[in-house]
């Protein structure tokens, strides 16, 4: 069984980089199929796809979050990574880590974690 678990800071100030990490055990984030992705939930809003990190390393990211988004990843600690750049009140809400075995799935989903943007 997967897991994953996110961390990192519950708030922070308009301007910022955002940095969360995803702690991942039950696999390797190289296992051969895996897709390892950042997913985020506004208030109000639906979920919103942000990027994905393949077991190879590629990264790939949502069009509208590009210039400000970049994943990476720690395979000694099995870690993955969100940075999130100039960050707004816009960019408040619940940041999942997920895995599935293509780019249309996520079977195991964090708990999430809140963050906030505020000064």
């Known amino acids: 069984q997967v897991q994953l678990q996110e961390s990192g800071p519950g708030l922070v100030k308009p301007s910022q980089t955002l940095s969360l990490t995803c702690t991942v055990s039950?696999?390797?984030?190289?296992?051969?199929?895996?897709?390892w992705n950042w997913i985020r939930q506004s208030p109000g809003k639906g979920l919103e796809w942000m990027g994905v990190?393949?077991?190879?390393?590629?990264?790939y990211y949502a069009p509208a979050l590009k210039n400000r988004t970049s994943i990476s990843r720690d395979t000694s600690k099995n870690q993955f990574t969100l940075q999130l750049s100039s960050v707004t009140p816009e960019d408040t809400g619940v940041y999942f880590c997920?895995?599935?075995?293509?780019?249309?799935?996520?079977?195991?989903w964090g708990q999430g974690t809140q963050v906030t943007v505020s000064s």
């Open positions: 997920t895995s599935g075995p293509n780019l249309a799935t996520s079977l195991y």
């Open positions: 990190m393949t077991f190879g390393g590629i990264t």
């Open positions: 039950g696999d390797s984030i190289t296992n051969n199929g895996y897709y």
